[in-house]
């Protein structure tokens, strides 16, 4: 009570209370004859007395107030905590709420992806089965044409046979020859259109024909054995001219009346010049030859056109595909989000529960 109003009061009280039992005593010593007195010493023993009870009232007191103050503060934590309980609460839903929201936007915008793939693998689907469909188709052509070609390989290897057959010597001796044995001119003759065109020695009219008139023993060795050499490089490299197609057309039309020649024939001719006669056989076979090409040549062209059509669907393909490639890994993106969305949004509503 150091310097309070309280302790002045008490200074103020035991005087005034010592004064009073002093006044009580002499009224009881009135009135009974009995004589109660009070001293100093009494008068300290009041005060050490109320001393005591004070420090004792008052340790009572401080206990009963920190006991409250702890409670009250205990109470302070515990709204603060609910405070702080209600303000995450509120957040948490809120970050839920916003975590649906956009698994639901998510949800409708993968939906949406979902349907252009689906519609970009519909079409490449239909790419894909045109690419199949136009390869079986080359496939088909590639083998038929391989084997129509393959029917042409005995008449080439027989033509090229010939050509091995042909000695220069001999050739050299039918260019001494003024007139040819029967037949044996024709083969030269028939040898001559087939290089009409190409042998620039050969005189031909305006549509590449040999005339009739120049189809002479004379013409046909100053055309054709003026230069041996020459002459057996033009038949070997033949068959390249026919692969790509330059080979005069006509030639193989006017060739065909000395083919329908029964005594056209190599063992006939081989009676008469072992020379003519490996000519005789490269023209039959070289002709043969010929004509499978020919028979091949729409085959071929029909290939041409087929690979490059396989190339177009090819080309349109891989866009197509492309396209599709680039909208799925940005779905997988987009899935992977989702996934990852939901798994927040699921989270977050366990933690508003709990």
Not at 38 to 46: G, N, V
Not at 161 to 183: E, F, I, N, V, Y
Not at 254 to 270: A, K
Request: with cysteine; hydrophobic share 40%; charged share 30%.
């Amino acid at each position: 009570l150091d310097h309070t109003p309280q302790r002045r009061m008490v200074q103020n009280f035991m005087p005034h209370a010592f004064s009073s039992v002093t006044s009580l005593a002499r009224d009881y010593q009135a009135g009974t004859g009995r004589s109660v007195y009070t001293t100093p010493k009494s008068y300290l023993e009041m005060i050490a007395t109320f001393k005591h009870l004070l420090a004792e009232y008052k340790g009572k007191c401080d206990t009963s107030i920190h006991r409250l103050q702890n409670g009250v503060q205990r109470l302070q934590d515990a709204s603060d905590s609910v405070a702080d309980l209600e303000q995450n609460l509120r957040v948490m839903l809120q970050d839920a709420e916003d975590k649906r929201a956009l698994s639901t936007a998510m949800a409708e915008k993968l939906g949406a992806e979902k349907e252009i793939v689906e519609a970009e693998n519909a079409k490449a689907r239909v790419e894909a089965a045109k690419v199949e469909k136009i390869q079986a188709e080359i496939a088909e052509k590639q083998a038929e044409a391989e084997k129509d070609l393959a029917r042409a390989e005995p008449a080439l290897v027989a033509a090229m046979a010939a050509l091995d057959t042909l000695d220069k010597r001999d050739l050299g001796q039918c260019k001494t020859m003024s007139t040819p044995p029967s037949g044996v001119g024709e083969v030269f003759f028939a040898v001559m259109i087939l290089l009409a065109g190409i042998n620039q020695q050969i005189n031909t009219s305006k549509n590449g024909r040999v005339k009739d008139k120049d189809l002479t023993w004379d013409a046909a060795k100053r055309s054709l054995l003026g230069n041996i050499n020459a002459f057996i490089e033009e038949l070997v490299s033949y068959k390249q001219k026919i692969d790509n197609m330059t080979a005069p057309a006509i030639n193989f039309r006017e060739v065909r009346s000395y083919l329908q020649n029964p005594e056209f024939n190599v063992e006939v001719i081989e009676r008469k010049n072992s020379a003519a006669a490996g000519l005789c056989s490269w023209v039959v076979n070289i002709v043969a030859y010929y004509d499978i090409v020919q028979e091949v040549e729409p085959k071929r062209q029909a290939l041409r056109a087929a690979n490059e059509r396989l190339d177009q669907a090819n080309a349109e393909f891989k866009v197509v595909q492309d396209k599709v490639d680039a909208l799925q890994a940005k779905l997988d993106q987009l899935t992977a989000e989702f996934d990852q969305a939901q798994a927040d949004k699921q989270e977050a509503e366990e933690t508003a529960e709990r």
